[in-house]
T-cell receptor
């Protein structure tokens, strides 16, 4: 079975550019999560969706970050304009309903903002 | 109060030894405690999880011990193998925060052959 698929795997861009990260959750999963991982702050939840609806975006660092889930099989995390401090590994995860169900992570997008 | 404190930061164990990673929390509303394993270049993967109604859960060589009164839980890896070398994260969530997992800072485990 295909797991969570993220693209691109690596992104290098210059400060001020728009960055779009993409995620395809596991088919049938109704929860989708976006995380950011850095050495300084560890793994942080940015936002999560249930049935394509954003439920909690309290982890989104600032207005430069936005996330959408137009359908059950696709989500994007956009940063505009990007800054060097946004450099991190961004993970998407999905789970199938019910509290305490395992979250399945993709392999992440390593983002470098120069 | 939302933090989960994890120790040690790194751990070196000989093959066949026992690896022990500890986590502590403050929020008594936490009721779900998973452990995730992460290999370089990969996303975290659920290893084992426990709820506070049991004090121990074992799956193969991996055991979670849970001490509700001390608000601590730990991961024990028995007969550690070089293939277990990875970063391990504890996490917690509470009923009122639904699916929001709070992760510990991670422990980098190296098992020497």
């Amino acid at each position: 079975d295909a797991g969570v698929i993220q693209s691109p795997r690596h992104e290098v861009t210059e400060m001020g550019q728009e960055v779009t990260l993409r995620c395809k959750p596991i088919s049938g999963h109704d929860y989708l999560f976006w995380y950011r991982q850095t050495m300084m702050r560890g793994l942080e939840l940015l936002i999560y969706f249930n049935n394509n609806v954003p439920i909690d975006d309290s982890g989104m660092p600032e207005d430069r970050f936005s996330a959408k889930m137009p359908n059950a099989s696709f989500s994007t995390l956009k940063i505009q304009p990007s800054e060097p401090r946004d450099s991190a590994v961004y993970f998407c995860a999905s789970s199938m309903g019910g509290k305490g169900q395992p979250q399945h992570f993709g392999d992440g997008t390593r983002l470098s903002i120069l | 109060q939302q933090q989960v404190k994890q120790s040690p930061q790194s751990l070196i164990v000989q093959k066949g030894g026992i690896s022990i990673i500890n986590c502590a929390y403050e929020n008594t509303a936490f009721d779900y405690f998973p452990w995730y394993q992460q290999f370089p270049g990969k996303g975290p993967a659920l290893l084992i999880a426990i709820r506070p109604d049991v004090s121990e859960k074992k799956e193969g060589r991996f055991t979670i011990s849970f001490n509700k009164s001390a608000k601590q839980f730990s991961l024990h890896i028995m007969d550690s193998q070089p293939g277990d070398s990875a970063t391990y994260f504890c996490a917690a969530s509470s009923m009122d925060s639904s699916y929001k997992l709070i992760f510990g800072s991670g422990t980098r485990l190296l098992v020497r052959p």
